[in-house]
């Protein structure tokens, strides 16, 4: 019968249709396993660094606060000693003028010390910057990984507006970010020493 | 007259951090905040420069780049040269010698450690 034969040949070419489009979907499916994958792994990495960074300032700005304490401390112990050698002054006491001076002296000096050791402590900028960088540096890639995502979906040939905009962000960001991914402010994997021998014995 | 150390970092912090240790003891300093603005810098300046601090992590010219190019005036050819890096791996380190680096140090670092090794040589 010429009408079964047109319904056979309409159903065969919606089911080879249907077939292509299964196809194409396990292929779409295939494109978004390594997008899906390597963003997974990077959202925990971000978080980690961002840990890190909070863990890290909260750490140095207590060190600082600290030594700032001390600090505060021996200047009150400086006046004091000053108005004990205004008093010996009056009394012409030399030898207690000149202990006063020493221990006057000795706290001045302390006060220096801890000066240097909150710059060494401020250091945790340098490192933390590093830090962020590299968040932001897995945050971008996710970003453009969703893009890619979005771009499996999107019928339109080439790039969306979007998706320009972001490559755009991402690669001006990318000339400008120098960091290392692995900066830490307590945790030192190598020695100092080690790395003096390393190049004492190239010799200078 | 005091001597002339060239600090290249583009953390203005360690910049200022440095500067103002070498500037306490008595040296003179010249600040760069990457490869390029150094090389432009130790090309224009009238001074001596008897030392470079470098980082290594830096745009438009990182501190191997700035090593091997400063390795290669004849002038700047035995000048000491300090790494300052918060990169620690055994390849850093060995590219930094290799690059002609004569000192490495793990940010972060203290202050009298910086300056110890820069008496070293100066």
Not at chain 1, 154 to 162: A, P, Q, V, W
């Amino acid at each position: 019968m010429p009408g079964t034969n047109t319904l056979q040949s309409n159903i065969q070419k919606e089911i080879v249709e249907l077939s292509t489009a299964i196809g194409g979907l396990v292929n779409s499916f295939k494109r978004l396993q390594n997008p899906l994958e390597e963003s997974r792994n990077k959202v925990p990495q971000a978080t980690d660094q961002l840990d890190k960074i909070n863990e890290q300032t909260e750490a140095a700005a207590h060190q600082m606060l600290d030594m700032i304490e001390q600090i505060t401390a021996r200047e009150e112990e400086i006046l004091e000693q000053i108005d004990q050698t205004r008093a010996c002054l009056e009394s012409g006491d030399n030898d207690k003028i000149l202990s006063c001076l020493r221990i006057i002296a000795e706290k001045a000096q302390t006060n220096l010390n801890d000066s240097f050791l909150i710059m060494d402590a401020l250091q945790f900028q340098d490192i933390t910057s590093q830090q962020m960088n590299h968040a932001a540096s897995l945050l971008e890639d996710i970003e453009h990984k969703l893009h890619t995502i979005i771009g499996v979906f999107d019928s339109n040939d080439g790039d969306s507006e979007d998706e320009k905009e972001s490559n755009a962000r991402t690669a001006k960001a990318g000339k400008v970010r120098a960091f290392d991914p692995h900066a830490d402010l307590f945790e030192k994997k190598t020695n100092q020493n080690d790395i003096d021998s390393l190049f004492d014995n190239n010799g200078k | 007259m005091s001597q002339t150390i060239l600090v290249v970092d583009d953390s203005p912090t360690v910049v200022k951090f440095v500067s103002f240790s070498l500037k306490n003891r008595g040296f003179n300093v010249l600040t760069a905040c990457d490869g390029m603005d150094a090389i432009e810098k130790m090309s224009n300046t009238e001074d001596d420069i008897d030392l470079v601090i470098t980082d290594l992590n830096m745009p438009n010219l990182d501190g191997y780049g700035l090593i091997e190019t400063i390795r290669q005036n004849e002038k700047y050819s035995s000048m000491p040269i300090i790494i300052l890096s918060s990169e620690q791996a055994e390849e850093d380190r060995e590219k930094g010698k290799k690059a002609g680096a004569t000192s490495y140090l793990i940010k972060p670092f203290k202050s009298d450690k910086l300056l110890s090794e820069v008496k070293k040589f100066l």
